[in-house]
Every structure is written in C-alpha cells, then in structure tokens.
C-alpha cells in the first residue's frame, strides 16, 4: 500500500486515564492541497458514497470480517495530537499519572518512520462493534506496511456492496386485475429507472474500490407448485416482458388451476429483480453476490365456464 502524505489533526480524541474505547463517533482523513488532514471522534474513517448508497434498498449483504484497521497518523503528528491541550476532554487530565503512562506508548516512537493504525468496523453491521472490541486501540506501523487485520482492497468492495442499494420496484400484469386458468399472464416491472448503481468505498487519500450492479434479469415465482404453474423467465430481459399485442409469451406465468382454493383464494406471486455487482476496473478479484430485491402481490386466478348446447 502507499503511504499518506504528511498528516496533520484535527478535530477531537477523548482521553481519560484509561484510553476511551467508544465504537460510536467518526473519524478519516481529508486532503487539502498537498496535504492530508485526518481527524477523530471514535473509528469510522472508511466512507461510502455514489448513486447506489441513496434512493434505494438493501439486501443485508454482510461482510466477512466487519471490522479492522486503517491508518491514521505519524508518529510525531501522533504525538503531538495526544498531548495537546485541545484535544482532552479536562486539562486536569494531562497532570494524571496514568495518563502519562498512557503518553509512553507515542513518545517512545518519536523520530521513527511509519504511521500509527487505529481499529474500525462496518457500522451498520450487526457484528461491527464486537469485532471492533476485539482490536488492540493503537498500533504502530513501519511504512509501506499492513498490519495483520489492516483494511484491505476486498474489505473495502464488501464494504461497497453492503452500501448498495437498488431502487423498490412494482410488479405489472396483463391481465392484471384477475387472471385465468391457462391464460399466460405477461409480468414486468416498474419503477427501476436508472438500470446502473455504483458504490465507493475509500479511506480517503489511502485506497479505494467502485462496485457497480447492473440490472440483468428477473426471477418469478408463481406462489405455488409447478403442477399449478408453469413460469416462463426466457424473454424477460433485464425488467420483464409488457404485453404486446401479437407478440410471444416468453416472460410471465400461466396459471394451470384455479386459485380459489387457496388462502385469500389468491397465489403469491413474487418478482424479483437481479443485479450483479462487479468491481470496477477488476482493481480486486473478489466475487460479490448479486443485489436481489423480491416484491409480492395476490393473484386470483378463476375459470372460465362455459355451455356447450348439443
């Protein structure tokens, strides 16, 4: 990895006698010119952004490892941070026994080259603030190195991926108020729009990865048993298949019984769209699993009777 530029802090690190462990807050590194700013209030540096983090819906994709460390600033920058006044919670703190000890750490790497690393973890992953625990507070680092659990490249596409999301889509039917038995019932979608997301992770001026889902398909599920349905998926294209006078049944289903034995007298038919993700450029051979976003709606499905007079 490359190493950052000359940092210089910002913002707020709340020091006690014992160092404080709070999982909430933010943190990362800004650049200004030819400088790299970084700043604290807790872990978090690693952000998300781009057309797929808004205007849509997750899956609860989960990372493998939702917590690790990234860097943060040298060792004499460092040093300076954690002894200024401005960056303690009470001045009376600076005159504490422990927290002197506590100062060692930093000063017995004055001079040396490298950077200090500091523990972070996905936020909006049920298991990020556990494994976040589990991570030492400050560890120093020779230059052009990872620590072991560093942040990596693959990390930071998962970290993509669980960002994305995909726009909620409606089903759309013809014939759509009520369809009938062995009648082929045309099924697409509506409200997907734009048929591209992207997503970047990055600690800013350290690394980044894009992800992107491309729409590609649809999956349909009738509700029911295949002696009761037969779905066609062949033609749906990357949204389905409207109903075109004259055209070819090859996206939709044809209902083979009638629906009025089942509870509501409906089957619950469910559509849903596919989008893989890839990573952009391949900068990372890592394979993500694809966004897949279901919606439901009640099909009747009836008879049609008729008279045959002799």
């Known amino acids: ?3 950052l530029l000359a940092l210089a802090a910002t ?5 006690a006698p014992t160092p404080t462990r709070d999982p909430g ?7 200004e010119g030819a400088t790299v700013k970084a700043f604290v209030n807790g872990p978090h540096s690693v952000r998300a952004f781009g057309s797929g983090t808004k205007g849509g819906k997750g899956d609860g994709f989960r990372m493998k490892r939702p917590c690790w460390y990234e860097p943060f600033l040298n060792a004499d920058d460092m040093y300076a941070f954690q002894t200024d006044p ?24 004055r001079g040396k080259k490298g950077l200090w690393w500091l523990p972070s973890y996905n936020k909006g992953d049920p298991a990020g603030a556990a494994c976040w625990g589990e991570l030492q507070q400050f560890l120093f680092v020779p230059p052009n190195t990872s ?12 970290f993509a991926r669980a960002a994305m ?46 992800v992107v889902a491309t729409l ?10 295949k002696e009761r349905a037969e779905t066609r998926e062949e033609g ?33 038919l469910t559509v849903s769209a596919v989008w893989p993700v890839a990573v952009q450029d391949n900068v990372v051979p890592v394979q993500l699993a694809p966004v897949e976003l279901e919606a439901t709606r009640n099909v009747p499905v009836g008879e049609i009777q008729s008279n045959v007079k002799p």
């Open 25 to 31: 807050g933010s943190a990362g590194v800004e650049k």
């Open 1 to 3: 990895m490359k190493p």
């Open 86 to 109: 401005r960056n303690q919670s009470h001045t009376a703190v600076a005159q504490d026994t422990h927290f002197e000890d506590f100062l060692k750490q930093f000063e017995k790497q």
């Open 11 to 15: 913002g707020l690190l709340l020091l």
């Open 216 to 225: 590609q398909g649809v999956k349909i599920d009738p509700g029911t048993t």
């Open 147 to 158: 620590p072991p659990l560093g942040i990596t490249l693959e990390q930071l596409a998962e």
């Open 165 to 210: 999301t995909v726009p909620t889509h409606t089903i759309k039917l013809n014939p759509d108020a009520k369809s009938f038995v062995n009648l082929p019932t045309y099924v697409w979608l509506e409200g997907i729009g734009e048929t591209t997301r992207s997503v970047t992770a990055e600690v800013p001026g350290f690394m980044s990865v894009t």
């Open 236 to 268: 749906c294209g990357a949204g389905g298949k409207p109903y075109v006078k004259g055209s070819d049944f090859t996206c939709g289903v044809r209902y083979l019984r009638s629906s009025i034995d089942q509870p509501r007298e409906t089957y619950p």
